[in-house]
């Protein structure tokens, strides 16, 4: 709060962006969580810290949601920074051609299965999805949750992110790719490629 | 004529809405006549369904207790 700044104007932006803040939470909280993890509350933490400070220079309500989500997944960005999570894109070419359908289709994992994919899928239990998607990198994670798991376009991920379609397009393909062969990988390290592993 | 390859490649952009006109017309082309890909498109959308489906608990009482408190505190005294 600036020091001489006039108390209503302060009054009036605390209680437009209480109202805000407690609207968006439980959304807020549970794309944090998706996003960094145990982590989730920190980061929501700082969004409400930037994003208390920033509203008054907010011109459209409409848009208060999506500004507020802005802010918090540049919050979930700079905790990945600072643990030095990022990767670069040239480290992952060889995922690119990797296609989970085939692979499943050429080691047949559950012989007498006449569901073979899906039954691949049952395999993964809720915390097993968690843990995968924790091992994408961030910079084909945050795509990926927010396309996925969060139901934003592709635009609005470009524009969320701060990079160009075509870049962010690119992106979701190779965070595509990482996920498929992250799933195989983690499966047959936990040992779901059994029949029965999880019934 | 799209190659198998070339339509897989871009079956989730296809499910996502992002292809052109042009593209998306060739991959439904191959679609109509390839088995093996219908298998990827049906694959591919069951992996978006499994990724969509809800897996993050509700807000914390006690999470969300605390974060109002960060709201209560950034407005300072009353």
Redesign the interface.
């Known amino acids: 709060?600036c020091a001489d700044e006039p108390t209503a104007a302060?009054?009036s932006r605390?209680?437009g962006?209480?109202a805000l803040?407690?609207r968006e939470?439980?959304r807020l909280?549970?794309l944090a969580?998706?996003l960094v993890g145990d982590e989730a509350?920190d980061a929501?933490?700082d969004a409400?810290?930037k994003g208390?400070r920033a509203y008054a220079s907010l011109d459209d309500e409409v848009a208060a949601p999506a500004w507020l989500t802005a802010i918090l997944v540049n919050c979930c960005r700079d905790r990945g920074r600072a643990k030095g999570r990022r990767v670069e894109e040239t480290e992952l070419e060889d995922a690119d051609e990797f296609?989970?359908?085939?692979k499943i289709a050429a080691e047949d994992p559950f012989p007498y299965s006449d569901s073979l994919?899906?039954d691949f899928?049952h395999q993964?239990g809720?915390e097993d999805?968690?843990a995968v998607l924790a091992e994408l990198p961030e910079l084909y994670r945050l795509p990926?949750v927010l396309?996925?798991?969060e139901?934003y376009r592709?635009k609005e991920i470009a524009y969320l992110l701060e990079v160009p379609l075509g870049t962010m397009?690119a992106r979701?393909?190779r965070g595509?790719k990482l996920?498929?062969r992250t799933l195989w990988d983690y499966a047959e390290r936990y040992g779901l490629l059994k029949e029965n592993a999880r019934r | 004529m799209i190659t198998c390859a070339e339509a897989?490649?871009q079956l989730?952009?296809y499910l996502?809405g992002?292809v052109d006109e042009t593209d998306r017309e060739a991959i439904e082309h191959h679609l109509s006549f390839c088995r093996r890909c219908c298998?990827?498109l049906?694959?591919?959308e069951?992996?978006?369904r499994?990724?969509?489906?809800p897996?993050?608990?509700?807000?914390p009482a006690d999470?969300?207790a605390?974060?109002?408190t960060?709201?209560?505190e950034?407005?300072?005294p009353a």
């Open positions: 709060m302060v009054a605390g209680s962006f209480h803040a407690e939470l439980p909280y549970r969580r998706r509350e929501v933490q409400l810290l208390y296609s989970l359908y085939r994919h899906l899928l993964f809720r999805v968690r990926l396309c996925y798991c139901g592709v397009l979701l393909h595509r996920f498929e | 897989v490649r989730w952009e996502d992002v298998g990827e049906d694959f591919a069951e992996l978006r499994f990724l969509a489906q897996d993050e608990p509700d807000l999470v969300k605390r974060l109002l960060t709201l209560t950034l407005e300072g």
